[in-house]
Nanobody
Framework: VQLQASGGGLVQPGGSLRLSCAASGFTSAYYAIGWFRQAPGKERESVSCINGKDSSTYYAESVRGRFTIIRDSTKNTVYLQMNSLKPEDTAVYYC????????????????WGQGTLVTVSS
């Protein structure tokens, strides 16, 4: 099981980025796939997750209405479209996979990709 996160970078406030989480070694459609972030000196937190059972979605209050999680089963990839970015969105973003298909909390996730850095700054 491998997860490859990519798409981070430097963006100005109000800008957009799309992160990608490419899965290999398993069919990600049956897993919950989540995006998490960790800012310096803070704990890793849930950002958005997509359920492996019914594709329902979860968004943290801080990103709801600005971020969208999208699953492309044909590419075994989950995307996080981030719009209207704010400086407080600056963090290392990680994607994870939960075998049970239902997780939204960090502790529920079994597999992790490497992080991709998102920096929102003018």
């Amino acid at each position: 099981v491998q997860l490859q996160a990519s798409g981070g970078g430097l963006v100005q406030p109000g800008g957009s980025l799309r992160l990608s989480c490419a899965a290999s070694g398993f069919t990600s459609a049956y897993y919950a796939i989540g995006w998490f972030r960790q800012a310096p000196g803070k704990e890793r937190e849930s950002v958005s997750c997509i359920n492996g059972k019914d594709s329902s979605t979860y968004y943290a209050e801080s990103v709801r209405g600005r971020f969208t999680i999208i699953r492309d089963s044909t590419k075994n990839t989950v995307y996080l479209q981030m719009n209207s970015l704010k400086p407080e969105d600056t963090a290392v973003y990680y994607c994870g996979a939960d075998r049970d298909g239902l997780g939204v909390r960090v502790i529920e996730y079994d597999y992790w990709g490497q992080g991709t850095l998102v920096t929102v700054s003018s």
